[in-house]
C-alpha cells in the first residue's frame, strides 16, 4: 500500500522528534490524509532536489514517524510535532500525485556483534564530545536520556545526540546494526570532540531546526 513521503534536508531517528512547518499546498493535502487516518507517513532525507517547489531525490533508508502534535492556522498552514516509529526502505517511489508517495517496507533491527562493548564506548565517546560544546558554549554537560540499557535504542538516542551534517547523519540510519551505528557514533563524537577543541563549532546543520517545507 502506497505510504505519503516527506523529503526533508534533514534525517529523523526513531525514537526522536521533529517540528515540521507545512505549507505547500501538496504536504497540506498529504498531512490532510495523514490525519483522517494512523497519522503516520515516511520521513526521508533528500539525496538531491528541493523540499519545497520541486520534485526530490531521497536515500533509500528512511523512518516511519507519527504526527503527535498539530496546530492549524487560519491559512490552513500547519505547525506539527512527529515521532520516528521504525526504520524503513523506500521499494519504490510513485509518481508525486497530488504529493510523494512510496511502497516501503520495514528494516529488522539486530543488536550485532559485541553490542554492550560498543555502546559503552559510544557513550564516553558522545560524553567527551558533550563536554567539549558545553565548554564553548560555557555551559554544564546535559547527558541525553537513555532510558534502559538497550543498544538499538540508545544507537539511535545517541546518533540524535550529535550535530552533523545530513549525510553523516544519514549513515547513522543506514547502520546494519546497533553495534555498527555505535560505533560509527564512537568514530563520529571523537572527531567531532577534536573538531570542536580545535576550531570551534562545526557549520553543520542542527539537529534540531524546524525544516521549512
Known sequence: MPTPLFPLHMVLFPGATLPLHVFELRYRLMM????????????AAIRQGMEVGGPAEVYGTATLAQIEQVQRSEEGRMAIVVRGIKRVRVVTRLPDDPFPAAEVEPLSEQLGLDADRAMT??????????SAVAKLRGTEVTAPALGEDDAINVSFVLAEVLHIDLPDRQRLLEAPDAAARLSLVEQLARDEARLLDMVGPSVGRPTDSISLN
Open 32 to 43: 490532510d490524509q495523514v490525519l483522517e487516518g494512523d497519522r503516520r507517513f515516511v520521513v
Open 121 to 130: 564506548r559510544a557513550r564516553a565517546a558522545v560524553h567527551r564530545y558533550l
